[in-house]
């Protein structure tokens, strides 16, 4: 990576960013945490991270006035856990604490994310799990199918048009997602070791 592109980490106010900030650090020398508006169009690619609930990072999200700006990106943009069920239409997560509307997300890619449905296994799904990629040539280049990744989550996007990977557990959920330039990863490639670190270079060398 040339020192002079620039990587931005939105600041939602919803995530802990350091994690993924010291991930991409060992790989580009300038990475920007920022809010603000111009900083992020800027960019030469930009990172939506995200932890905890649908409807207070989106609440977060419309508070700092984000919505539109990250809507208009076109640049690659690559939204992690939380972050990548934040670009989907809508989330049944709300539904689920007790309240029938689902969370409007900021419908980067058609899709829902949804509880998942696993049986008699625990949620969250947590820990690590192989991948399957349906294309190695974005995200996944060099990471051979089987790979693992780490996961922590309890709510999934269906497999479908847009789905860039696969991963199971009790069912066949969407690990990856793309359309155009928004690309979206339900595991935390901060935290999977070389795998990640190869598929933050890919996404750094897109």
């Known amino acids: 990576m040339s020192d002079n592109s620039t990587t931005v980490i939105i600041n939602t106010g919803?995530?802990?960013?350091?994690?993924?900030?010291?991930a991409l650090q060992r790989l580009t020398s300038n990475v920007?945490?920022?809010?603000d508006v111009s900083v992020i169009?800027?960019?030469?690619?930009?990172?939506?991270?995200?932890?905890?609930?649908?409807?207070?990072a989106m609440d977060s999200i419309a508070k700092k006035q984000l919505s539109l700006c990250i809507q208009s990106l076109s640049q690659p943009v690559l939204g992690?856990?939380?972050?990548?069920?934040?670009?989907?239409?809508?989330?049944?997560?709300k539904a689920h604490q007790g309240n029938?509307?689902?969370?409007?997300?900021?419908?980067?890619?058609p899709g829902q994310v949804k509880r998942m449905q696993v049986g008699e296994l625990r949620l969250p799904h947590m820990g690590w799990n192989t991948v399957g990629a349906l294309e190695h040539e974005t995200l996944f280049k060099g990471i051979p199918d089987g790979t693992y990744f780490y996961f922590v989550h309890s709510f999934a996007v269906d497999v479908f048009?847009?789905?860039?990977?696969?991963?199971?557990?009790?069912?066949k959920f969407?690990?990856?997602?793309?359309?155009?330039?928004?690309f979206g990863v339900?595991?935390?490639?901060?935290?999977?070791?070389?795998?990640?670190?190869?598929?933050?270079?890919?996404?750094l060398a897109l």
């Open 14 to 22: 919803c995530a802990n960013i350091s994690s993924v900030k010291f």
């Open 32 to 35: 920007i945490v920022s809010d």
């Open 41 to 56: 169009s800027a960019a030469d690619k930009v990172i939506l991270p995200g932890v905890g609930s649908a409807n207070a």
């Open 80 to 93: 992690v856990c939380l972050g990548m069920q934040l670009m989907v239409t809508d989330s049944q997560e």
């Open 100 to 109: 029938d509307l689902n969370t409007p997300c900021l419908d980067l890619i």
């Open 161 to 171: 048009t847009h789905t860039l990977a696969t991963c199971e557990y009790g069912m």
């Open 174 to 182: 969407s690990a990856a997602i793309r359309k155009d330039n928004f």
């Open 186 to 203: 339900q595991f935390h490639p901060e935290r999977s070791g070389d795998a990640g670190a190869t598929l933050l270079e890919n996404f």
